[in-house]
């Protein structure tokens, strides 16, 4: 067996050291004679682990008491409703801001159910930066402001936290939880699908202040809605319990690697000798805004297009995987997420140096 | 590593064969140098392994073309909002059959979007059989008749299938699909929560007609609409990739088995031995009408319960996990799914016997 260097965007790689656990732990947890998956939900065994699992993420993110982890099931798509079917109570309208594909999914779902008012958006230059505070016209009446910290596609991170005064701040972090140190009291929630930087796809997690709950609309779903989630545990009905070990298990393995203080410091390396080989080249190029530049993200072109095709060739045989960009707008990407390693990046770079000598 | 035999209730016992090809797959799939988790959703390979997963259901449950076959989100508890969503049209009532804890849980989200019509109900004996097709006074301007082939708590199960002329028929078949042939073609819609029968939690296979796709209701969250699960084969967003390949892994096995003929007669062996055990017992009890008598989930109780604890003890020494009934119930539960082996079975008579003899 040999592992390959996976750049997937999402479902992602993992940790190797997680896969391994899991594989020698999949017929027989700890000595119970049983696999995880085969676990009573509502045994001890089981609410060990994802009660563990829980703390050690509040450990990672510095959750504060005040907020609310639930581990929900679907992805960010089950969230773009959820979120206004939760959190809009009274008022009629909330703030979004486009920057991207992802947030123009989010908004798209949530104008089913009020009015949404886009206060800002990076479209006018092909979504290639994030807008900055002062372009954003806020809403007082807004019930919350909704933004993409990393657009997953587009590659654009924001460079900073907006400041939304009384009204709350909900972000989608699937693409970069847990990549850097976060202030999570700034926000009034927060979700990431797991399949980037937590877990496998079918697990969502959401932080949510204790005092947004409890408004959700007559028509939502009981299993779409936070407060009975959250009354429960996350165990109203029966979790993702082995998405949920899973996510434990790279909560486990991220404290190893000295927290997210600690993963920061690798994923900034990362990022920069990727951005630092790009720019001084003449043969890739990427689009984004230096300062918005993703460090999750790595979208890029390469100056011919017709050589796309045997660059993924290319890659694919050195065992450089899914490094193909969106469908929606070609080119490459590399997703560079906590579980791929730095030599990853170092072993992307030098087939991209050795392409771009072999094709000039 | 030496395996218990599991009688959980759900999430339930896995083929030891399935888990132990997962473990083996884990960090690199068929070569590719990757764990299946790791891929993306819209990859050759991950669609291949879908599909094959999909085929496999079907040739299994023989199920006809017009059937649409959906690998959803959540587990039974989501679809109970999802069925009058979906199904509702311009219809303002459903029909339901109330047979226990499942149909009243089904019943109770249903009442939350339309006239919930209770055609039938077992509660008058404690839910401990099920009503004949003459019992259920169905209303033709229903929507549709919902009911619970096998009450997972109860063990009741029914002997027929309700005959309800042009109103789909909605069957929860969460504990006992893929248990015993079924004629798919008598329904509107089928479903099941994968943590029984199928894979991990997480996952809900539906089985629905084509023609009653299309009709969801405004409010309905696009990540519960099954017509935009049916046009995107289930990949309108990011699907639970890791369930649905071990859901498949059950398939393969299943076939292997003898498909769903062959393994309904060791089913129907193991359920037979059990309750004529328990039958010729007086120190065992099982309160279910006979005919009613579910063949995947077997409750019985103790003569004298305050040796339930005792019982309880001894069968975790034996190696017997899981036994206890239901919190709501009391008493015992054995749940003999698909994967819990006839040996299982035969372990724990001979447990049960011992215990009576050395406290009767």
Same mark, same amino acid.
């Given at each position: 067996? $040999?592992?390959?260097?996976?750049?997937?965007?999402?479902?992602?790689?993992?940790?190797?050291?997680?896969?391994?656990?899991?594989?020698?732990?999949?017929?027989?947890?700890?000595?119970?004679?049983?696999?995880?998956?085969?676990?009573?939900?509502?045994?001890?065994?089981?609410?060990?682990?994802?009660?563990?699992?829980?703390?050690?993420?509040?450990?990672?993110?510095?959750?504060? $008491?005040?907020?609310?982890?639930?581990?929900?099931?679907?992805?960010?798509?089950? %969230?773009?409703?959820?979120?206004?079917? +939760?959190?809009?109570?009274?008022?009629?309208?909330?703030?979004?801001?486009?920057?991207?594909?992802? #947030?123009?999914?989010?908004?798209?779902?949530?104008?089913?159910?009020?009015?949404?008012?886009?206060?800002?958006?990076?479209?006018?230059?092909?979504?290639?930066?994030?807008?900055?505070?002062?372009?954003? +016209?806020?809403?007082?009446?807004?019930?919350?402001?909704?933004?993409?910290?990393?657009?997953?596609?587009?590659?654009?991170?924001?460079?900073?936290?907006?400041?939304?005064?009384?009204?709350?701040?909900?972000?989608?972090?699937?693409?970069?939880?847990? #990549?850097?140190?976060?202030?999570? #009291?700034?926000?009034?929630?927060?979700?990431?699908? !797991?399949?980037?930087?937590?877990?496998?796809?079918?697990?969502?997690?959401?932080?949510?202040?204790?005092?947004?709950?409890?408004?959700?609309?007559?028509?939502?779903?009981?299993?779409?809605?936070?407060?009975? !989630?959250?009354?429960?545990?996350?165990?109203?009905?029966?979790?993702?319990?082995?998405?949920?070990?899973? !996510?434990?298990?790279?909560?486990?393995?991220?404290?190893? %690697?000295?927290?997210?203080?600690?993963?920061?410091?690798?994923?900034?390396?990362?990022? $920069?000798?990727?951005?630092?080989?790009?720019?001084?080249?003449?043969?890739?190029? +990427?689009?984004?805004?230096?300062?918005?530049?993703?460090?999750? +993200?790595?979208?890029?072109?390469?100056?011919?297009?017709?050589?796309?095709?045997?660059?993924?060739?290319?890659?694919?045989?050195?065992?450089?995987?899914?490094?193909?960009?969106?469908?929606?707008?070609?080119?490459?990407?590399?997703?560079?997420?906590?579980?791929?390693?730095?030599?990853?990046?170092?072993?992307?770079?030098?087939?991209?140096?050795?392409?771009?000598?072999?094709? #000039?």
């Amino acid at each position: 067996m $040999s592992r390959v260097y996976n750049f997937c965007a999402g479902p992602a790689a993992l940790p190797t050291a997680v896969l391994e656990k899991a594989s020698a732990e999949m017929l027989d947890w700890n000595g119970m004679g049983l696999s995880v998956m085969e676990m009573s939900h509502r045994s001890d065994e089981y609410v060990s682990i994802a009660q563990k699992a829980e703390q050690d993420l509040r450990d990672l993110l510095h959750i504060p $008491s005040n907020y609310k982890v639930l581990f929900m099931q679907g992805g960010a798509t089950a %969230q773009f409703a959820m979120i206004p079917l +939760n959190l809009l109570g009274d008022k009629k309208s909330a703030d979004y801001i486009n920057t991207g594909q992802w #947030s123009a999914k989010a908004i798209k779902e949530a104008s089913r159910y009020c009015d949404v008012k886009v206060v800002a958006s990076s479209e006018d230059k092909n979504f290639s930066y994030a807008p900055t505070q002062s372009d954003l +016209n806020l809403n007082p009446d807004a019930a919350y402001v909704h933004y993409t910290p990393n657009e997953t596609i587009g590659g654009v991170a924001f460079d900073y936290i907006p400041e939304t005064g009384d009204v709350p701040l909900v972000a989608d972090f699937s693409s970069s939880i847990l #990549s850097e140190e976060l202030d999570v #009291s700034k926000f009034g929630m927060i979700y990431a699908g !797991a399949q980037k930087n937590i877990g496998p796809a079918g697990l969502c997690i959401v932080i949510i202040r204790e005092d947004l709950l409890g408004d959700a609309r007559t028509e939502t779903p009981t299993s779409m809605n936070y407060k009975v !989630a959250a009354d429960n545990d996350s165990m109203y009905n029966t979790p993702p319990t082995y998405s949920w070990y899973l !996510a434990g298990l790279v909560f486990e393995w991220l404290k190893q %690697q000295g927290g997210v203080k600690g993963i920061a410091v690798i994923n900034d390396r990362k990022a $920069s000798k990727l951005y630092k080989y790009i720019d001084q080249s003449d043969f890739y190029a +990427n689009p984004v805004a230096v300062n918005n530049r993703s460090k999750m +993200n790595v979208p890029f072109t390469l100056k011919n297009s017709d050589l796309d095709k045997a660059f993924l060739q290319g890659a694919d045989k050195a065992g450089l995987l899914n490094l193909k960009g969106h469908r929606s707008v070609g080119g490459m990407r590399a997703s560079i997420y906590n579980a791929v390693p730095e030599e990853a990046v170092d072993a992307l770079i030098a087939y991209m140096d050795e392409f771009a000598n072999s094709n #000039s």
